[in-house]
């Protein structure tokens, strides 16, 4: 009975073709052997990764709750015309500069309708942390452009309570990757080579909990990601007072919204926990990663985070640090003008050094 369907080659791709030297699968190609077992299960195993989709259909996104009656009492929105952020804060805490951009805040409205935060990490770093965590950040740069010394422009910093949607989640995770094996070996006449081709399969079950995604468009992603962990143990129940002195970022984006960035984070841990585990090989490429969620669920919670944004030459420089850990990020610009300066004094460092080395080798 012949069998006439093709299978392609794991190797590089061609069509394989039977060797009757060999009484073998052939790739005509590249050499490569085959068990035609191999290539059938090979064959069936992509079939069935092709039928498999990510699935973000088992996600729950119902987070936060209603606010009680009069406890929104006395917030107020403010709203920044250049940026469009929006922020939370309580009139007697007040907002003028926004946190995001530094442009004046005007008072909307009265805060009402959005969700309740079910958790909140209480600010354990006080602003005079967040300065002097700044001045250090800032220590030793010698090509600073001055406004991001000035005293009363750090004095800006603000604490802000950023909207973040946690999720917990089961996943289920395969994947497979082509890996190799190398030989080498001699006899008198040659040099041999034998590459292996292996179809490497993984599975596995993980349990998240409290991945979170950031649900405000104003702080960019990668910017809170830089200044992640919070550590979850310190969270308590949300009150407004943890607000009271703070400002509290409207959230923009939905938890429904932000339900594929979860599903992206997971994946890419469950892809990494399962890689870690494919060991041996002379090299090993990823091919195909599934994961399927199960009982995900969402809460809404505040992270607390000290920001300085400033703005230097029409570019924004945002500072940004953990108001938990005190882990920070930020970039700095180098003030071209300076830099000469800075420059001058290197070159003659350098040919001081240039000196130096003549005199060691005459
Ligand atoms: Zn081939
Ligand atoms: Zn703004």
Same mark, same amino acid.
């Given at each position: ?35 035609? @077992? ?16 990510? @699935? ?5 996104? $119902? ?106 989640? $089961? ?17 008198? $006449? ?54 009271? &002195? ?5 959230? @923009? ?91 001058? &004094? ?17």
């Amino acid at each position: 009975m012949s069998d006439l369907k093709e299978y392609k080659c794991p190797a590089c791709g061609g069509s394989v073709e039977f060797d009757s030297h060999s009484q073998k699968m052939k790739c005509p190609y590249c050499d490569t052997e085959f068990e035609l @077992d191999t290539l059938k299960a090979y064959d069936e195993q992509l079939e069935k990764e092709a039928e498999q989709k990510d @699935d973000i259909s088992g996600w729950q996104t $119902d987070a936060g709750s209603e606010w009680q009656e009069g406890e929104t009492e006395g917030m107020n929105v403010y709203t920044c015309k250049s940026c469009g952020g929006e922020i939370i804060a309580h009139e007697n805490t007040g907002a003028s500069n926004c946190p995001f951009c530094g442009n004046p805040v005007i008072m909307t409205e009265k805060f009402s309708g959005a969700l309740r935060p079910d958790l909140v990490i209480p600010f354990k770093l006080d602003k005079k942390a967040a300065k002097e965590a700044y001045y250090k950040h800032i220590k030793g740069k010698k090509l600073l452009p001055k406004v991001f010394r000035k005293e009363n422009h750090i004095d800006e910093i603000k604490g802000v309570y950023v909207p973040f949607w946690l999720f917990d989640a $089961d996943v289920d995770a395969n994947a497979r990757y082509k890996a190799t094996k190398v030989r080498v070996w001699s006899d008198s $006449d040659y040099d041999y080579t034998e590459t292996s081709y292996y179809s490497v399969e993984r599975a596995g079950n993980m349990a998240f909990a409290a991945v979170p995604v950031d649900g405000s468009s104003s702080m960019a992603d990668d910017l809170m990601e830089s200044i992640e962990p919070f550590k979850l143990k310190d969270a308590v129940d949300f009150q407004t007072a943890y607000l009271s &002195g703070y400002l509290a970022d409207k959230y @923009d984006v939905t938890s429904e919204e932000t339900v594929q960035r979860a599903h992206e984070r997971m994946k890419r841990s469950a892809e990494e926990v399962l890689a870690d585990t494919v060991k041996g090989y002379a090299t090993v490429t990823p091919e195909n990663t599934n994961v399927k969620v199960s009982g995900g669920a969402a809460k809404y919670a505040l992270y607390p985070v000290w920001i300085l944004n400033t703005t230097w030459k029409d570019k924004k420089y945002i500072f940004a640090m953990n108001g938990q850990t005190g882990k920070m990020t930020g970039d700095l610009p180098i003030d071209n003008g300076t830099y000469v300066k800075w420059l001058a &004094g290197l070159t003659a460092v350098f040919s001081v050094i240039a000196y130096l080395a003549v005199w060691l080798i005459y």
